[in-house]
């Protein structure tokens, strides 16, 4: 028996940074873009083996290992009260490309997740997912939100508010649906600058401590940006998003997340007749996104490729 399964990429369309320190943020699923799963059986007593030849990975699981995959094999398997621990082969694959805020860590969780489950017959809501790759992902990327484990394990568009630790308790983020009036297009850019998340919020993180009110300030400008950002979708006022999605660059520039690279492609894809453009995701390298209607679709994308991007993805967000 094999059981395979699958989990989109993603990108923040407003509000990254600021949505650790419990702002609002737009994250969107990237439905073509995708990680995939395959669990079978071993033969007894081979343990758990993992290959991942994307990133030249192979190992075997043990009590003591530290991978954020190995402790996430170990949460799921204890989810679907598995024991002892099976013999498995566990194969992942994955289009999205590592470190760039495409949120490619969370997608591979999420897919593995959903392909255990199915493996050993059962299935988990996107809740349940979501939760255990969070889970599996806290102690190796610092104070993540949880915004890029909701939007691969639910797949849709969202509004996201993170959880709050309230005196040992932890209440749930909020994650709605947003509203897409009129489909629109963006063109994705990646720098090819691979920058792990991690750093760039500790940067943000040390800046705020130094200087919290102007921080928050600006963190605060931020949601209200992703606001207006969600009432844009709904109404289908592109050009207001666009402003939206400028501005909030703006604000990232003063956080000290972009970088060289991503304004070569942002100032690119404006001059080109994007809409609006910003990074997405942690910034420091990876992605930037262009808003862009039909006339500007094919003109932005081969401005970014001019000016220098790895890779360029079109999508139409519905
Ligand atoms: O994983 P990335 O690079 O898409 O970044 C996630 C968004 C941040 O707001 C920068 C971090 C977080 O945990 O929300």
Known sequence: MIAS???????????????????????????????V???????PSMG?????????????????QQHPLALLIRLTLARLAVAPLPDLHISLRSAIPIASGMGSGAAIGAALVKALAAYFGA?????EVSQLVYESERGFHGTPSGIDNSVVSY????????GAALTGQTTPPVIEPVTVGVPFSLVIGDTGVRAPTRVTVARVRERWEAEKELYSTWFAEIGRLATQAREALLQGD???????LNRNQKLLQQLGVSSPELERLIVAARSSGALGAKLSGGGGGGIMLALVDDVARPLVARALHDAGATRVIETVVH
């Open 238 to 244: 592109v050009a207001l998003l666009g402003t939206a």
């Open 123 to 127: 299935q988990l809501p996107p809740a």
């Open 48 to 64: 758990i083996e993992v290959v991942a030849p994307d990133v030249s990975e192979q190992w075997q699981l043990t009590p003591e």
């Open 5 to 35: 399964a699958s989990a989109p990429g993603k990108v923040i369309l407003c509000g990254e940074h600021a949505v650790v320190y419990g702002q609002p943020a737009i994250a969107l699923p990237l439905s073509d873009v995708r990680a």
């Open 37 to 43: 799963a395959q669990v079978e059986g071993a033969p």
């Open 155 to 162: 797949e849709q568009a969202m509004w996201f508010v993170r």
